[in-house]
């Protein structure tokens, strides 16, 4: 997911070979994602709008743990000190709307009905 999105993004410098990247740590930050399982079983019936901003929470709660242990060792993959809407360069708040979606993208896997 993360190669197909900075593949994309690298659009914007005219890179044409849609060259992607990231980093080792990003396979068990993204398995984390299993942890969203139980919660979308108690979030089973809810509104859509309340499920994705349930997994929206969960997620930048997990990217901002995660990124302030891996900052602790100089090893986050990511620093978004420069974006407007970042929170301690560790999440981008401007995000939310792509974590909605990937949270109910986790949910269609994981939580199959």
Not at 27 to 41: D, E, K, N, T, V
Not at 81 to 95: C, F, H, K, M, Q
Request: aromatic share 14%.
């Amino acid at each position: 997911m993360e190669i197909l999105f900075t593949g994309l993004h690298s659009l914007q410098n005219e890179n044409h070979k849609l060259t992607g990247n990231t980093s080792i740590w990003m396979f068990p930050i993204y398995g984390m994602a299993s942890f969203l399982s139980p919660i979308c079983r108690r979030l089973k019936g809810k509104s859509l709008v309340l499920r994705g901003g349930v997994y929206t929470c969960c997620i930048f709660i997990g990217e901002y743990i995660t990124g302030s242990f891996l900052r602790k060792f100089e090893a986050c993959p990511w620093d978004y000190s420069e974006a407007r809407l970042n929170v301690n360069g560790l999440i981008r708040l401007d995000y939310a709307p792509l974590w909605f979606c990937a949270g109910l993208l986790f949910e269609k896997i994981l939580c199959r009905r």
